[in-house]
Every structure is written in structure tokens, then in C-alpha cells.
């Protein structure tokens, strides 16, 4: 699997819209960067929010 392939699977499984087709090939290999990419793309959420959040307060606290 290529890395858009990856990235596709990990937003799918975060959305958890994942097929089974796409699971079962998913856990034939090696899950590290799974791992990776998901947790890149939770600190990416988590920053989104938080930047989100300082815009709608106005830049306080």
C-alpha cells in the first residue's frame, strides 16, 4: 500500500467508515504506519481546534 492509500484508511477509520474489504487488507501488514499517520492526524485535529477556538474567543486566554 502507498501512503494516499494509508491516509485514506486511517481517515476512514477515524470517520469509522471503513469497509470490510479495506480492514481485512489493512491488518495484512505491518501496523506502524497506521499508527503514524493516525497520530499525525489527531495532533493536526487537536491544533485545528484549539485554533479554531482562539479565533472564536478572539484571541483570549
Known amino acids: ?29 505491518s501496523p506502524w504506519p497506521y499508527v503514524i499517520l493516525g497520530a499525525i492526524l489527531i495532533l493536526l485535529f487537536v491544533l485545528a481546534l484549539l485554533g479554531i477556538v482562539r479565533l472564536v474567543l478572539g484571541g483570549e486566554g
Open 1 to 29: 500500500m502507498n501512503w494516499k492509500h494509508r491516509l485514506q484508511a486511517v481517515l476512514a477509520a477515524m470517520f469509522g467508515v471503513q469497509s470490510e474489504r479495506n480492514r481485512r487488507a489493512q491488518f495484512s501488514g
